[in-house]
């Protein structure tokens, strides 16, 4: 069975997004930016939701072209092109940059890949909404979560609402420049 990983940054009252999507809360240094970007390397495959593919597809493909690119940006942007997706969307109609659509189920689609073992290694989830649905199915084997020392006040929560409760194990705990602190939990089962 192939890992689901849930990795997102946090403000430090537990959103991914303040209101109106607004993500300038988070920005990364040096440090964390290649943690994310090595993440990516290691990454098998991303699962997206339709917003979080927006953001990143709106931006990274051309990421570095940009004047004034870091180093840092450029190897992420080339990872995240290389790096094979799935959107999840009901009202997305095209996707590139090795990307796969998916309008179906996103949970029978994401329990057929989870089981896929031919496929490869780990897999990435972002996006509230298409966590969430894994969420409270029971697909995530783990959280890593990236808090940023910020209180946004509202927006977009990094959990949702679950039926019952998830019991997790702690794994690691890393602090970067600026306050950031990533901590990982697995899922026990």
């Given at each position: 069975?192939?890992?689901?990983?849930?990795?997102?940054?946090?403000s430090?009252?537990?959103?991914?997004?303040?209101?109106?999507?607004?993500l300038?809360?988070?920005?990364?240094?040096?440090e964390?930016f290649q943690?994310w970007?090595?993440?990516?390397?290691?990454?098998s495959l991303a699962?997206?939701?339709?917003k979080?593919?927006?953001?990143m597809?709106?931006h990274w493909?051309?990421?570095?072209?940009q004047?004034?690119a870091i180093p840092a940006a450029?190897?992420?942007?080339?990872?995240?092109r290389k790096?094979?997706?799935v959107v999840?969307?009901?009202t997305a109609?095209?996707?590139?940059?090795n990307?796969?659509?998916?309008?179906?189920?996103a949970?029978?689609e994401?329990?057929?890949?989870?089981a896929?073992?031919?496929?490869?290694?780990?897999?990435?989830?972002g996006?509230a909404?298409?966590?969430?649905?894994?969420m409270?199915?029971?697909?995530?084997?783990?959280?890593t979560?990236v808090?940023?020392p910020v209180?946004v006040g509202g927006g977009?929560?990094?959990?949702?609402?679950?039926?019952?409760?998830?019991?997790?194990?702690?794994v690691?705990?890393r602090m970067f420049?600026?306050g950031v602190?990533?901590?990982?939990?697995?899922?026990?089962r």
């Amino acid at each position: 069975m192939r890992k689901l990983t849930f990795a997102m940054n946090m403000s430090l009252d537990g959103y991914i997004a303040a209101a109106g999507d607004d993500l300038g809360w988070s920005v990364a240094s040096g440090e964390l930016f290649q943690w994310w970007s090595d993440r990516v390397d290691a990454t098998s495959l991303a699962l997206y939701g339709r917003k979080l593919w927006q953001a990143m597809s709106s931006h990274w493909p051309t990421a570095d072209k940009q004047p004034g690119a870091i180093p840092a940006a450029i190897e992420f942007a080339g990872r995240w092109r290389k790096m094979p997706k799935v959107v999840f969307s009901s009202t997305a109609s095209t996707v590139n940059w090795n990307t796969r659509l998916v309008t179906g189920d996103a949970v029978t689609e994401i329990t057929r890949l989870k089981a896929d073992d031919s496929s490869g290694g780990p897999m990435d989830i972002g996006g509230a909404t298409l966590a969430a649905a894994a969420m409270r199915a029971g697909l995530i084997d783990e959280y890593t979560i990236v808090t940023h020392p910020v209180l946004v006040g509202g927006g977009t929560p990094f959990f949702t609402a679950l039926d019952s409760w998830v019991n997790l194990r702690l794994v690691e705990t890393r602090m970067f420049p600026d306050g950031v602190v990533l901590t990982r939990y697995e899922t026990r089962r």
